[in-house]
């Protein structure tokens, strides 16, 4: 069984960071590519990254240059680094894989 716990999410202020974690088990973890999604409140889900198998990175415009994830196969673990934090920034943060995706975890931009 997919298994995807997201960790990190917190509030924080306006140009702050937060580093958001996604453990995964129940697959291969490094044989598949995993994507980090948004859904703020009262919107659709957003594409936020994807981290390939080669480590290949791709970042949605919205956050490009503020946001990097990372992959560690050994750890089973992916990340998302959050610099310069907006407040359009305010969702909850998925990861997903395999057609599984996790619980969430909150990130609240607010002074």
């Known amino acids: 069984e997919v298994r995807l716990v997201e960790s990190g999410g917190g509030l924080v202020q306006p140009g702050g960071s937060l580093r958001l974690s996604c453990s995964a088990s129940?697959?291969?973890?490094?044989?598949?590519?995993i994507n980090w999604v948004r859904q703020a409140p009262g919107k659709g889900p957003e594409w936020v990254s994807v981290?390939?198998?080669?480590?290949?990175?791709y970042i949605s415009d919205s956050v490009k240059g503020r946001f990097t994830i990372s992959r560690d196969n050994a750890q089973h673990t992916i990340f998302l680094q959050m610099n310069n934090l907006k407040s359009d920034d305010t969702a909850i943060y998925y990861c997903?894989?395999?057609?599984?995706w996790g619980q969430g975890t909150q990130v609240t931009v607010s002074a």
């Open positions: 997903h894989a395999l057609d599984s």
């Open positions: 129940g697959f291969t973890f490094g044989a598949y590519e």
């Open positions: 981290i390939a198998v080669d480590g290949t990175t």
